[in-house]
């Protein structure tokens, strides 16, 4: 069974800087490309990146461009999203899934979401 | 880029067919056959339901089916059942190399 869980949420300030970490378990990692999505409090899904199983590929939302960074660590199972100049709008649970076909494919399955909550 | 568009709420009785519609442009529902679907109960992870407009995942009951025409994507429930009743999110691949999920629709069974 994949199993995919999400740390590293928690308070921050605007301004600053956090990172979330995904660690998966049931799958051969580096096979698969793996994408962070976010759901602000009562809204939609928002596509934040997605990064190819080699680490080679990464692509992002335009609104995280330049602050996000999308990274992994196949010795270890792990994706990581770097997150600086945070802003209030990033406020949100950020999921990370597994990525059937790179970033014209489908998420399944998700993990249980960290809540980042961006505040003073 | 703007969310695609997905009516807020729809709703039907136990037994009945919905359907649920996602626009979006020919840069990413009409342009390409890469249209997923995801439903999430309330304080649960979204999980896949449609894959690549029409092809459902393994253990996704068949009372579920997509569709697409030009730029409006669409999911169809059959045979309505409670557990059905949750939110449905689609997703598109864009021309820009990204992706674009639609603003959700909240399904009541009645």
């Known amino acids: 069974e994949v199993q995919l869980l999400e740390s590293g949420g928690g308070l921050v300030q605007p301004g600053g800087s956090l990172r979330l970490s995904c660690a998966a378990s049931?799958?051969?990692?580096?096979?698969?490309?793996m994408t962070w999505i976010r759901q602000a409090p009562g809204e939609g899904l928002q596509w934040v990146s997605t990064?190819?199983?080699?680490?080679?590929?990464?692509y992002y939302a335009d609104s995280v461009k330049g602050r996000f960074t999308v990274s992994r660590d196949n010795s270890k199972n792990t994706l990581y999203l770097q997150m600086n100049s945070l802003r209030a709008e990033d406020t949100a649970v950020y999921y990370c899934?597994?990525?059937?076909?790179?970033?014209?494919?489908?998420?399944?399955?998700w993990g249980q979401g960290t809540l980042v909550t961006v505040s003073s | 880029q703007s969310a695609l568009t997905q009516p807020a709420s729809v709703s039907g009785s136990p037994g009945q067919s919905i359907t649920i519609s996602c626009t979006g442009t020919?840069?990413?529902?009409?342009?390409?056959?890469?249209v997923s679907w995801y439903q999430q109960h309330p304080g649960k992870a979204p999980k896949l339901m449609i894959s690549?407009?029409?092809n459902r995942p393994s253990g996704v009951s068949i009372r579920f089916s997509g569709s697409k025409s030009g730029n409006t994507a669409s999911l169809t429930i059959s045979g309505l059942q409670a557990e059905d009743e949750a939110d449905y999110s689609c997703?598109?691949?864009?021309?820009?190399?990204?992706?674009?999920f639609g603003g959700g629709t909240k399904l009541t069974v009645l």
């Open positions: 020919s840069s990413d529902v009409g342009g390409y056959n890469y």
């Open positions: 049931g799958i051969t990692f580096s096979s698969y490309a």
């Open positions: 997703s598109s691949y864009t021309s820009n190399r990204t992706v674009i």
């Open positions: 690549d407009v029409s």
């Open positions: 899934a597994r990525t059937l076909r790179g970033v014209t494919g489908w998420f399944d399955p």
């Open positions: 990064i190819g199983g080699s680490g080679g590929s990464t």
